[in-house]
Structures are given as structure tokens and as C-alpha cells.
């Protein structure tokens, strides 16, 4: 199965592809966590990404496309994958079409989590983020065991760099204007699964996977 995740920052995109990879066994693809992961090795790859993504605006597509083409011929892809934050332009829908298509393959979900502005700013002040392996949590609506810890790897949580109030706003003007039109992109491929995303997390999960099978 291949899904891609659809959705403002902060939706959940992530919180739930990283449950439906655990269901599906299939591998979870975040190119924000790819960048996180370069900028923290000082990778040549995280050095350019880092002041875009600091200033809440987008990587050029050329930094990204390649990557996710060239990860998702990966052995751990034959069965599907669930990609998060990748397609986030239309030349980047564009360019995975063109690669899926030269292997007669094609996208089978795409998955819209549907969250309003205003409960995107109050969602990302309360999310923490793990600086070793990037884990989520919220601190009400899932926290960690034990505060400020990561569950996973039992490395510090911190305030993600790009979720301060300003940034986030810039980068729901981003998703508003680069972003969106995806949906009625994936939309007219028949393609396009729209959930509510204000509802509680195991909810939305069940509404999906009621569809996925
Ligand atoms: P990326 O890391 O993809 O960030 P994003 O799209 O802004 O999305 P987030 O990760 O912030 O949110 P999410 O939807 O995953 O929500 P989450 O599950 O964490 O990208 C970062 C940057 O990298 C971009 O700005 C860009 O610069 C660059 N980049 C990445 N990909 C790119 C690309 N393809 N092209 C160009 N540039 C690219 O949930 C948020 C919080 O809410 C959590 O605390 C969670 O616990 C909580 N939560 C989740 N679901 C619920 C719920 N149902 N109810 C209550 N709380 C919930
Ligand atoms: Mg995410």
C-alpha cells in the first residue's frame, strides 16, 4: 500500500503515519525528519536545508525530490510506504507520479488530516519533540511516561526550532499557498481520503484504517 500523508503543520501527519506504518508494516518517510536527522550531523544536505526550514518556508524542491525518489526503491518499500510531508508541492506530486508511473505503480491514498488554522497554533505550542530519534509527544494530549524524556530512547524532548508562534504562522501561509492545492490534485486521481483531524488520535486512526482495510 502507498499512502502519502496530507495536511497543515501540526495536523498529525506524522503522530499518524507513524501508527499506520506499525499496522501496515510498511516504512514511515519523513522528509522532515530526514532534514532534522542531516541538520543534526551537520550533513552538507541538513546545512542547506536548515535556514529554510528555520524560517518556516519550504526546501527547494530540488533538495527533496531525488531523496524520496531514490529511498522509496529501497527494499523496505516493496510492500508500500507511507510518505509524511513529501508530496508538499505540485512539481513535487509531479515528479513521484513521473517515478511510480515508469514502474507502473501509482499512489492508492492519499490521506487529508483536516485541521483549522486556530487549532493548529494552540496544538504546537503543547508539542515536544525528542532530539535523538524525533519521536512526538504533546504535553496534554500524549505526553511522555516520564516528562521531558523520550518514551523511545530516553533522550530530552524539546520545543521543535520552527514551533515557535511566528514560525508557524509562516508556514501555515506556506501550506496555505504551496500545500493545499494537492488536495484537489490527489482529489481528481480519485485518490483523496479526507479525515477530521480535531478528533482524539485513535479516533482519527480508526477512521482511516476503517477505509485502508
Ligand atoms: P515537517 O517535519 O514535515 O513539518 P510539518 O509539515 O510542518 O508538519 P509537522 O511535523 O509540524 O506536523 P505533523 O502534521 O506531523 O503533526 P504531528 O503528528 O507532529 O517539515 C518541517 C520543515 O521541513 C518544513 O517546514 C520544510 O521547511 C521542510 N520540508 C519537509 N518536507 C519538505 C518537502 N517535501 N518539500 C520542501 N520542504 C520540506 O502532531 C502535532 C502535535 O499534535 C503533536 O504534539 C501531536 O502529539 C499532537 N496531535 C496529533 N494528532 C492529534 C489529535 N488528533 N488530537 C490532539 N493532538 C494531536
Ligand atoms: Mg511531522
Not at 72 to 91: E, H, S, V
Not at 191 to 212: A, H, M, P, Q, W
Amino acid at each position: 500500500m502507498k499512502i502519502i500523508m496530507l495536511g497543515a503543520p501540526g495536523a498529525g501527519k506524522g503522530t499518524q503515519a507513524k501508527k499506520l506504518s506499525e499496522r501496515y508494516g510498511i516504512p514511515h518517510i519523513s522528509t522532515g525528519d530526514i532534514f532534522r536527522a542531516n541538520i543534526k550531523n551537520n550533513t552538507e544536505l541538513g546545512q542547506k536545508a536548515k535556514g529554510y526550514m528555520d524560517a518556516g518556508q519550504l526546501v527547494p524542491d530540488e533538495l527533496v525530490v531525488d531523496l524520496v525518489v531514490d529511498r522509496i526503491k529501497d527494499r523496505d518499500c516493496m510492500k508500500g510506504f507511507i510518505l509524511d510531508g513529501f508530496p508538499r508541492t505540485i512539481p513535487q506530486a509531479e515528479a513521484l507520479d513521473y517515478a511510480l508511473n515508469n514502474q507502473n505503480e501509482k499512489i492508492d491514498y492519499a490521506i487529508n488530516v483536516d485541521v483549522p488554522d486556530e487549532h493548529i497554533i494552540k496544538r504546537m505550542a503543547g508539542r515536544r519533540a525528542c532530539v535523538g530519534c524525533g519521536a512526538t509527544y504533546h504535553t496534554e494530549n500524549m505526553p511522555p511516561k516520564k516528562e521531558g524524556i523520550c518514551d523511545v530512547c530516553g533522550e530530552k524532548l524539546v520545543l521543535r526550532e520552527d514551533d515557535k508562534p511566528e514560525t508557524v504562522k509562516k508556514r501555515l501561509e506556506v501550506y496555505h499557498s504551496q500545500t493545499k492545492p494537492l488536495i484537489a490534485y490527489y482529489e481528481k486521481k480519485g485518490s483523496l481520503l479526507t479525515v477530521d483531524g480535531t478528533l482524539d488520535i485513535e479516533v482519527v486512526f480508526k477512521k482511516i484504517t476503517s477505509v485502508l482495510g
